[in-house]
C-alpha cells in the first residue's frame, strides 16, 4: 500500500507511522511526505527513511482552492492507498476531502467530540477534566468532525500544565496512530459517510 503522510512541524507521529512500516507491524510504504512548511522536521525524518520529501508552501498560492488542487495534483503522483493527516495545520477544501473520501485519516488530541480545533489540552485542563486523550478518525467536511475510529485516555493530574498533558497525549499518540493505519492497510477499516467501519462491524 501507498501512504502520503501530510505534516507542517515535527513529525512524531509521522515517524511512528515510518518505524511501524519498517517493522512490518503496517503493511506499507510511506511513498511521500508533504509540507506546508519548509522547517519543518519531519521532512528530515522523511528522507532519513527514504520517502520523498516535499515542500507546498501556501503562501506561493492565491487562495485555499488553488493550494489545495496543487495538493491533490501532488499527492496523486503517488497514488495513494492512504493519505494520513499528522499535524498538518491547515483547513482542507471540501473538495480535497471529498477526493480522498474513506481514505483519509487524521490524528486530533483529544477525545472528540469534545474539543474540536486548537489548544485542546489547555482546554481540558481549564474545564477540570481528570481524563483526556486522542482520537483517530476518517475526515470529512466538518473539521475535527469525522467518525472515530479508535481513541486512547489519559489521566489529567492536579497541577499538570498543557506540557505535562500534551507529551503525555503524544505517547499515546504514537500507540494508536500506526495500529489504525495497520488496519486500513489489511483492508480492516472502511468509512461509510458518517460511520467508520472495522472488520465490517460500527465502531
Ligand atoms: C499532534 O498532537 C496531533 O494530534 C496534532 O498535531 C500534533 C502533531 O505532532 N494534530 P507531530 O508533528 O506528529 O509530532
Redesign the pocket.
Known amino acids: 500500500k501507498s501512504i502520503v503522510v501530510l ?8 515517524q511512528a507511522i515510518l518505524d511501524a512500516c519498517s517493522a512490518g507491524f503496517i503493511d506499507g510504504k510511506v511513498t511521500a511526505v508533504l509540507s506546508n512548511k519548509a522547517k519543518a522536521f ?1 521532512l528530515e525524518r522523511a528522507k532519513k527513511a527514504g520517502a520523498k520529501a516535499i515542500v507546498l508552501d501556501h503562501k506561493a498560492y492565491v487562495d485555499r482552492a488553488a493550494y489545495d488542487q496543487d495538493l491533490i495534483a501532488t499527492i496523486d503522483q503517488y497514488q495513494p492507498d492512504l493519505v494520513v ?3 498538518f ?1 491547515r483547513i482542507l477544501t471540501p473538495e480535497f476531502v471529498q477526493h480522498y473520501q474513506g481514505r483519509l485519516l ?4 483529544s477525545l472528540l467530540p469534545k474539543y474540536q480545533g486548537l489548544n485542546t489540552h489547555q482546554r481540558a485542563i481549564d474545564a477540570g477534566d481528570s481524563e483526556h486523550g ?1 482520537s483517530v478518525h476518517f475526515v470529512t467536511a466538518e473539521l475535527d468532525g469525522g467518525p472515530v475510529i479508535l481513541q486512547a485516555k489519559v489521566p489529567v493530574f492536579p497541577g499538570d500544565d498543557a506540557n505535562a498533558v ?1 507529551e503525555r ?2 505517547e499515546q ?1 504514537h500507540r494508536i496512530y500506526p495500529l489504525v493505519v495497520r488496519w486500513f492497510c489489511q483492508n480492516r477499516l472502511q468509512q461509510q459517510s458518517d460511520k467508520a467501519l472495522l472488520d465490517g462491524l460500527l465502531l
Do not use: Q, T, Y
Not at 7 to 14: C, K
Not at 106 to 109: K, L
Open positions: 505534516i507542517s512541524g515535527s513529525g512524531s507521529n509521522l519531519g493527516l499528522a499535524g495545520m487524521n490524528i486530533h488530541p486522542c500534551a497525549v503524544h499518540e
